[in-house]
Structures are given as C-alpha cells and as structure tokens.
C-alpha cells in the first residue's frame, strides 16, 4: 500500500516552455501532498505544500507564479514549471501523506533538464 | 523542529549489520524520529519513526537512547540493495504544516 506514482520520469524541454509533472496516490487519498526539488548532490528542498481543494502554500524564495501548482483531487496533484529555464533543471520529487497518519510516501521523482 | 546530525559516510560489509547513528541533542517533547533513505535517483522511501520506545518492523531497528538525545538505525543484515543516502528528521507529529526537513544525510556504501 501507500503507492505514488509520478508521470513523466523525465523531461527534456526548450527554454521558455512549460512542463506539468502529475503526481498520483494510486491506493489511498490523499489530502495533502508536497512537492520538493533536488539539486545535483543536495539535499531535497521543499517547495510547497498542496491541499486538496485550496490553493498552495509556497516556501520562502519559490515564485508561486512560475511553479503553478494544482490540487483538484484527493489523488492527483500536478506542478506545472511556467517557461522553463536552464536553472529550473533538477530532480523534482512529490510526496503524499496518508490520511489519518503522519507519515509522507514519496513518488519515484521526475528529473527535468531545460534546454 | 531540532536539528540533526549524521556522519557523511559509512561503509558496510554485505550481510553485516548497519549501525547508522543520528545525533538530536535539542530534541523536544513532543517531536519524533524519523527515518527514511534515498536510493539514487529515486524518490525517498519511509523506513521507520519513533518517540522514545524502540521500534522494529519488516525493514529496521530504531533504537532512540533514554534521554532521547540520539538514536541509531539497524539494518539488521545489509544487502548491496541497502546503499543509499538514510536521513534522520526529527521534527513534531501531526504538526500543521507536516513537513519533512532533510539534511545532509549518511550516505551508507554496503561493500561486497
């Protein structure tokens, strides 16, 4: 149990498109779900965090305008990367939390590369 | 939510037990060890928690020591399939944002 899944594994795009990243909790719902980035070497970094229903809560330094992010289901959480730069390039990872305990299950992560 | 630390590295024989410490000296109450590892290029994956009791379950031993100020993790047989980053979090349970704080992790080698 306490499977997410995250589509595309990759993406390569050209500077200036916009990439969405779908994060899916395939055997639970879940109400909140997180979003963090990786760097080459570091460690993750929270991004935000998604409620279901409600607009995002975004972490000092993130422009709520350029990583959109979607919540309109108990399973289904998309991060859409608004005219990507070279500098977006990372390792994006959601995770969610089952509802009724504190515990985050991570999705596979989706390593993006902007052109 | 305290603050840990974790040496960088640490090597392993295959089929020997991982000892992996974490150090929370500024630990509070009410907040919980966490333990999860990240294999590489994969998202992290939960291994076990706790609050001051030792936990085991099918994957490891979290032993937490009385004054709770340190913990270790035990993979009880490690396999080649065990090398990766393991990051200690401590922080509160059921806190009102629920977010994770990683740090810098031990990256653990598991050697033939």
């Known amino acids: 149990g306490a499977v997410v899944s995250q589509h595309p594994s990759r993406v390569i795009c050209k500077s200036g498109t916009s990439v969405k990243i779908e994060c899916r909790s395939l055997?639970?719902?879940?109400?909140?779900m997180f979003w963090y980035r990786q760097f080459p070497k570091q460690s993750l970094m929270l991004m935000a965090t998604?409620?279901?229903?409600?607009?995002?809560?975004?972490e000092q330094g993130v422009e709520k305008d350029k990583f959109l992010i979607n919540h309109a289901s108990l399973t289904l959480s998309t991060l859409t990367v608004t005219s990507a730069h070279p500098e977006d390039s990372s390792f994006y990872i959601c995770s969610a939390l089952v509802g009724g305990t504190d515990t985050q299950y991570f999705g596979p992560g989706t390593r993006l590369t902007v052109l | 939510d305290a603050k840990t630390t974790q040496p960088p590295s640490m090597d392993c024989a295959e089929g020997r037990a991982a000892n992996l410490p974490c150090n929370h000296s500024t630990i509070s109450g009410n907040e919980y060890v966490y333990w999860y590892r990240q294999i590489h290029s994969q998202g992290p994956q939960y291994i076990i928690h706790g609050l001051k009791n030792n936990e085991t379950n099918e994957m490891a031993s979290l032993i937490i020591t009385e004054d709770r100020k340190s913990s270790t993790l035990i993979l009880p047989h490690a396999t080649l399939r065990d090398t990766a980053v393991y990051y200690c979090?401590?922080?509160?349970?059921?806190?009102?944002?629920?977010?994770?704080?990683f740090g810098g992790g031990t990256r653990l080698m598991v050697k033939p």
């Open positions: 998604s409620n279901e229903g409600s607009k995002a809560t975004y």
């Open positions: 055997d639970f719902q879940a109400t909140t």
């Open positions: 979090i401590v922080r509160v349970a059921y806190n009102a944002g629920n977010m994770l704080t």
